[in-house]
């Protein structure tokens, strides 16, 4: 449970000090709603206008009860100001509106229910606005208005029309913000209220409003206990919000409403002696864990993982892409386009990000890292849980991104040197599509990775190495950006090893060696047809990439005799640049042990580092270049550059 005392220790430091910008930590005894209709009355509860909200506009603050916040079943509880058309409207069925099916024998029982809630709140708490509210309620017309205003559309018959046939185009504007599987009857309605000499007319935005409302059902609760967050007697919960992910979501994180299922029976005789939390511990917790994850959150499916420190004070996202983890464009950790010093450029800036956030830590300040995932609909579970100090946190991802960073071409916008993102390693390992299970598994388990220091799983390693290999069906895009992810995970695997981020001459690996050597075949057919005029298209080395991973002696002997028609029309029309590349590949090759060289046995990942550091070195800039005029010139002629 100590995620519990976390949260509740996150909303009463960072409530009313929300940072700039950022969505304010809702009031206890409170949701939000989106809003299909909105109904304005002057202060003497009379009609004046209602109006069919867009959708950006119609998320809304509601007061609410414990039962109606994580309502749901055949006979939902209603909410005591804002609800659907069914509370509020008492001639609602005189007009064809259907109640949820657990009213229909008495369809007026929503209706009463809503009316009790609300004379009981404005009879305590007397407002200006309440008190508007309740006399229109009592009217009992509200649907008329509604139709009279053009609001709802009626049918032929006189009743609320239930959808449209026609072209969409024309349709009424209440069919154009209500979900596909929803008719006119389950509209949700707000209040406005223009009272005279008060310039706020919407409740949720009116403090007094607001702390009515928590005055009034703070008072009504009853149950009384140990609240096992606190340690305090105070009034319990009855049941605990939902909604934390998003709108719609209903599992939660605490349920024991289960008392013939022996869920709890056997240790305990009643859910409380199982479980006791504060009515405003479980309020504020809740809320403090929903501003979290709508404010830096991320998201894989129904997954969400939250870092955070309690009082605030920024921290960088275990989940991101290094560029993204901390602050700017990707072009900002490109570090120019030299790649000879890119390792040390990189370690000097990763420090300095570090030290950016070390500084505003102070060293008994904790950072928390949440994971939730439910397995059903209802119920919801903490499936990663970890509590650092700030400084221990931020070792860790320093290492990671240290360890793990590597020169990334996600795209032509999306450059960058850094560590790849743990649903971009997902997807480098299982296809751009993956199933979203899988998906989500392999994010929870890259998360230890990160936070804990733990070892990379080897069986992922290889799985991206295994697809960058086989290129072929590959777009030249998704391969670019696989291959980066690769050479990642392999360097960061073997870190004892000391892999550069530029060409290691003296590095003569087998594995390394035969990466090379495959960079430049690559680079001579690409020359060639560049020079040819040739249209674009992948070259043998790129087509038998598998295949030379696989066995690499046979497969280079094949690939070096397609080459001799590409020297040989090279010899005669670039011998300068041709000479040059035939030299490169006899220093390669003069590297090699002669059983080393002669071994057919599979390549590891090592080799896609020796590719991706000769390519690069072929491609340097015009400055790094031994011969200018081949700045311009493609390596491959089927890939970005």
């Not at 008719?183 to 310039?199: K, L």
């Not at 599992?251 to 479980?275: H, M, P, Q, V």
């Not at 939390?277 to 994850?293: C, D, E, M, P, S």
Request: proline residues 6%.
């Amino acid at each position: 449970m100590s995620w519990l005392p976390k949260l509740l220790a996150t909303y009463d430091a960072c409530k009313g000090k929300e940072p700039q910008g950022s969505e304010p930590l809702m009031p206890i005894c409170h949701s939000t709603q989106n809003a299909q209709i909105e109904i304005v009355l002057d202060g003497a509860g009379c009609f004046r206008r209602a109006a069919v909200l867009e959708k950006a506009q119609g998320v809304t603050l509601i007061p609410c009860t414990e039962a109606s916040g994580g309502r749901s079943g055949k006979k939902p509880v209603n909410h005591p100001l804002h609800d659907k058309l069914q509370y509020l409207a008492k001639d609602f069925t005189q007009w064809g509106g259907e109640v949820t099916v657990g009213f229909a024998k008495d369809p007026a029982e929503p209706y009463r229910d809503y009316l009790q809630s609300l004379s009981g709140w404005a009879a305590a708490e007397p407002h200006p606005k309440l008190q508007a509210i309740l006399t229109y309620v009592q009217d009992g017309h509200v649907v008329a208005d509604l139709i009279q205003a053009g609001i709802l559309p009626v049918g032929d018959d006189g009743k609320l029309l239930k959808q449209w046939n026609a072209d969409k185009a024309t349709a009424p504007a209440i069919f154009r913000v209500l979900a596909p599987q929803q008719t006119p009857d389950d509209a949700f309605v707000r209040w406005r209220v223009e009272v005279e000499d008060d310039p706020n007319s919407a409740p949720w935005t009116d403090e007094a409003l607001v702390a009515s409302w928590i005055t009034y059902y703070q008072s009504s609760q009853e149950k009384m206990g140990l609240c096992m967050a606190t340690g305090l007697q105070t009034a319990l919960a009855v049941q605990h919000p939902a909604k934390l992910r998003h709108g719609g979501d209903k599992a939660k994180l605490i349920s024991a409403n289960d008392s013939s299922g022996y869920t709890y029976r056997g240790r305990f005789t009643t859910d409380a002696e199982a479980l006791g939390v504060g009515f405003v511990a479980t309020q504020k917790a809740h809320n403090a864990l929903r501003w979290l994850i709508e404010r830096q959150g991320y998201r894989s499916g129904d997954q969400v993982f939250v870092a955070w420190e309690p009082t605030g004070k920024p921290i960088p996202d275990p989940m991101l892409a290094t560029f993204a983890a901390f602050g700017g464009a990707a072009h900002d950790w490109a570090l120019g386009s030299s790649h000879a010093d890119a390792g040390q450029a990189f370690g000097v800036q990763l420090r300095k990000a570090i030290a950016g956030y070390a500084a505003q830590l102070a060293p008994r300040d904790e950072v928390v890292v949440l994971g939730l995932d439910s397995a059903t609909p209802g119920r919801m579970a903490i499936t990663f849980y970890r509590e650092l100090k700030g400084s221990e946190f931020l070792a860790r991802i320093q290492a990671w991104h240290g360890q793990f960073a590597w020169p990334q071409n996600y795209s032509k916008e999306r450059q960058f040197i850094g560590a790849p993102a743990p649903r971009d390693i997902a997807e480098a390992a299982f296809g751009s599509r993956p199933d979203e299970k899988l998906r989500t598994a392999t994010v929870e388990r890259l998360l230890p990775c990160i936070v804990d220091g733990a070892p990379l799983p080897l069986d992922l390693l290889r799985s991206v190495v295994r697809r960058v290999a086989n290129r072929v069906g590959m777009d030249a895009w998704e391969w670019e950006r696989c291959l980066g992810i690769a050479c990642a995970l392999f360097k960061g695997f073997f870190n004892e090893r000391g892999y550069l981020m530029a060409l290691e001459q003296e590095r003569t690996s087998r594995d390394y060696l035969f990466g090379r050597l495959l960079a430049v075949a690559e680079d001579i057919e690409g020359y060639a047809l560049y020079a040819a005029g040739e249209k674009a298209r992948d070259t043998s080395a790129a087509r038998l990439m598998q295949r030379f991973a696989d066995r690499p002696a046979s497969t280079w002997r094949t690939i070096e005799l397609s080459l001799r028609p590409y020297i040989s029309r090279l010899r005669a029309t670039r011998p300068g640049p041709l000479h040059k590349k035939e030299s490169l590949l006899d220093e390669i090759v003069a590297l090699f042990e002669p059983q080393d060289f002669l071994s057919d046995s599979p390549l590891s990942g090592e080799f896609l580092l020796g590719y991706h550091c000769q390519r690069q070195s072929l491609r340097a800039p015009k400055e790094e270049r031994e011969d200018p005029s081949e700045a311009s010139q493609p390596i491959t002629s089927g890939e970005p550059a």
